[in-house]
């Protein structure tokens, strides 16, 4: 049996809606901006729960993910992990893709661009995404948690609004 994103946040619908939506809101194909609408939706979270438990794994998200994406990309590349070549081969196509996604807008306007970037609700252009360009375009720190904090939450403003109009 296939494991995606949904047969995940299906198996957690038996949780605490809030903890579900907080679970589900950690995960890379999902992240917070659609962990809202799978806490609406799916778990019968109110649209406040939702958009707390999400704001939580964003905040979360944003501090792992600054602390440790380059020690997970060098642990892919060179280190032990690197050994297993699926592993190497998925870190150098994660790196690649998400250059090139991010590139125009974080050379054209920088840290704002990264911003710009995390903060657009489609596929491929999270917190995740985000991480990983933010440090290959030479972004990392403080400028890389404040880019995926912000970026993230205007996503997860755009998505509770639409959400919000739609109830």
Do not use: C, H, Q
């Not at 950690?26 to 659609?34: G, I, N, Q």
């Amino acid at each position: 049996m296939p494991v995606d994103a949904y047969s995940i946040a299906a198996w957690l619908k038996g949780v605490n809606p809030i903890l579900a939506t907080l679970l589900v809101s950690l995960l890379p194909v999902v992240e917070p901006r659609y962990g809202v609408v799978i806490g609406v939706t799916l778990y019968g979270a109110s649209l406040f729960e939702a958009l707390a438990s999400s704001i939580a794994a964003l905040l979360i998200l944003s501090i792992l993910l600054t602390t440790t994406i380059d020690k997970i990309l060098d642990s892919g590349k060179n280190g032990r992990l690197s050994r297993i070549s699926l592993v190497k081969k998925l870190v150098t196509w994660v790196e690649e893709r998400s250059k090139s996604k991010a590139s125009g807008l974080v050379e054209r306007y920088g840290w704002l661009g990264l911003i710009l970037f995390v903060a657009v609700p489609l596929p491929l252009t999270g917190v995740y995404t985000g991480a990983v360009a933010g440090l290959l375009l030479g972004i990392r720190g403080k400028k890389l948690f404040y880019a995926l904090l912000i970026g993230g939450g205007l996503s997860l403003l755009i998505t509770g609004l639409s959400i919000g109009l739609a109830v």
